[in-house]
T-cell receptor, first 116, second 111 residues
Framework: GESVGLHLPTLSVQEGDNSIINCAYSNSASDYFIWYKQESGKGPQFIID?????DKRQGQRVTVLLNKTVKHLSLQIAATQPGDSAVYFCAVNFIAGGTSYGKLTFGQGTILTVHP | DAGVIQSPRHEVTEMGQEVTLRCKPI?????LFWYRQTMMRGLELLIYFNNNVPIDDSGMPEDRFSAKMPNASFSTLKIQPSEPRDSAVYFC?????????FGSGTRLTVV
């Protein structure tokens, strides 16, 4: 079946370092990708998204890279801060039957810990 | 914009009791999703609606689970009877085609 997975379940970095969180997906027809941040006791919070017609998108301190050839997605966080500590999920929208919308499928999550 | 509003935030109930979780989506969002999150299984999509109509309920674990969306501003997820293995955080999310927003979740504990 379809799957979305993460390469690293945990990531520890020092404050000020750059962080890279990775995600692999299996369906080459996927057309929309989102990164979410979830802090303890809260719901997933949208960080950044990218559509399949792009390979890079930048936000404030975050960059998402999409490599459709190898079906890989990454989130780069620049100058990581203690407030960035959270669980990060990638989510993928799968196209089904030619329709442009399908259900969002989440990866397992990566725990990012930022040490002061 | 108040975002997606879920109630209650916490629910503790005894096994066998009926539980009803509530969600108010963001106005103008025509998709509504119910997710369940556990440590073992992560985020699982239970059901989603488009324009108040259930589109895919293949993630609903058993007949004990049911969901309704009587209008564009309200949805419920009901578990009857509840069991300890239903303990989880239940999230509601709403979206337009590209704008997914989650609520703060309901933490359900069935004892």
């Amino acid at each position: 079946g379809e799957s979305v997975g993460l390469h690293l379940p945990t990531l520890s970095v020092q404050e000020g370092d750059n962080s890279i969180i990775n995600c692999a997906y299996s369906n080459s027809a996927s057309d929309y990708f989102i990164w979410y941040k979830q802090e303890s006791g809260k719901g997933p919070q949208f960080i950044i998204d990218i559509r399949s017609n792009m390979d890079k998108r930048q936000g404030q301190r975050v960059t998402v890279l999409l490599n459709k050839t190898v079906k890989h997605l990454s989130l780069q966080i620049a100058a990581t801060q203690p407030g960035d500590s959270a669980v990060y999920f990638c989510a993928v929208n799968f196209i089904a039957g030619g329709t442009s919308y399908g259900k969002l499928t989440f990866g397992q999550g990566t725990i990012l810990t930022v040490h002061p | 914009d108040a975002g997606v509003i879920q109630s209650p935030r916490h629910e503790v109930t005894e096994m066998g009791q009926e539980v009803t979780l509530r969600c108010k989506p963001i106005s103008g969002h025509d998709y509504l999703f119910w997710y369940r999150q556990t440590m073992m299984r992560g985020l699982e999509l239970l059901i989603y609606f488009n324009n108040n109509v259930p589109i895919d309920d293949s993630g609903m674990p058993e007949d004990r689970f049911s969901a309704k969306m009587p209008n564009a501003s309200f949805s419920t997820l009901k578990i009857q009877p509840s069991e300890p293995r239903d303990s989880a955080v239940y999230f509601c999310a709403s979206s337009t085609l590209y704008g997914y927003t989650f609520g703060s979740g309901t933490r359900l504990t069935v004892v």
